[in-house]
């Protein structure tokens, strides 16, 4: 069965600080991988999703994320954090029925 | 406007009572989803419809049903409401073609 770990629950980040957040992966297949944020009392806002092709994803915000497959890890980053990052974080993998598998989330909390 | 909208946003309601929980998009996307988000536990998918006359469970449907009356309306019911199922619900639609899903801004529901 598939799964989606996000191994840390909340992350304290100084703004202008860089910022890693991880996600691993259990899929039989090519995984399609998404990363979405939540900001405080919001829906979820995509920031970027990988299908194939260059590992490294470009997405919104100034954020980026790396397919490594050996690793089974889709990890995010930024390398300057602003105060507006802080939210919830969630990685998602879909199936081949298009159906969305969540990672519990990371909290990002930013400091000043 | 926004794309995606669901209404109630915000309701609270007894135990036992039913409660209808509707969601239109105007994106033109044939697939729609509903989630429930608990702390700690990311969003988990309760049914998802990918068109108008098909209907599927997710894994956690046990004391919801849907019904899809339109390519755009998607709503989601609890029969007889009961107090964990107090969780923020979201609506998501996707068109086959991005495999992207974009959602709504949440419904918070209170059940007493």
């Known amino acids: 069965a598939q799964s989606v770990t996000q191994p840390d629950i909340h992350i304290t980040v100084s703004e202008g600080a860089s910022l890693e957040l991880r996600c691993n992966y259990s899929y039989g297949a090519t995984p399609y991988l998404f990363w979405y944020v939540q900001s405080p009392g919001q829906g979820l806002q995509l920031l970027l999703k990988?299908?194939?092709?260059?590992?490294l994803v470009q997405g919104i915000k100034g954020f980026e994320a790396e397919f490594k497959r050996s690793q089974s890890s889709f990890n995010l980053r930024k390398p300057s954090v602003h105060w507006s990052d802080a939210a919830e974080y969630f990685c998602?993998?879909?199936?081949?029925?298009?159906?969305?598998?969540f990672g519990a989330g990371t909290q990002v909390v930013v400091t000043p | 406007d926004a794309d995606v909208t669901q209404t109630p946003r915000n309701r609270i309601t007894k135990t036992g009572k039913r409660i209808m929980l509707e969601c239109s998009q105007t994106k033109g996307h044939d697939r729609m989803y509903w989630y429930r988000q608990d702390p700690g536990l990311g969003l988990r998918l309760i049914y998802y419809?990918?068109?108008?006359?098909?209907?599927n469970k997710g894994e956690i449907s046990d004391g919801y049903s849907v019904s899809r009356q339109a390519q755009a309306k998607f709503s989601l019911s609890l029969e007889s409401a009961i107090p964990n199922q107090t969780a923020l619900y979201f609506c998501?639609?996707?068109?086959?073609?991005?495999?992207?899903?974009?959602f709504g801004p949440g419904t918070r529901l209170t059940v007493l």
């Open positions: 990988y299908f194939s092709g260059d590992t």
């Open positions: 998602a993998v879909e199936n081949s029925w298009g159906k969305l598998q």
């Open positions: 419809s990918f068109d108008v006359k098909d209907i």
């Open positions: 998501a639609t996707s068109d086959r073609d991005t495999d992207t899903q974009y």
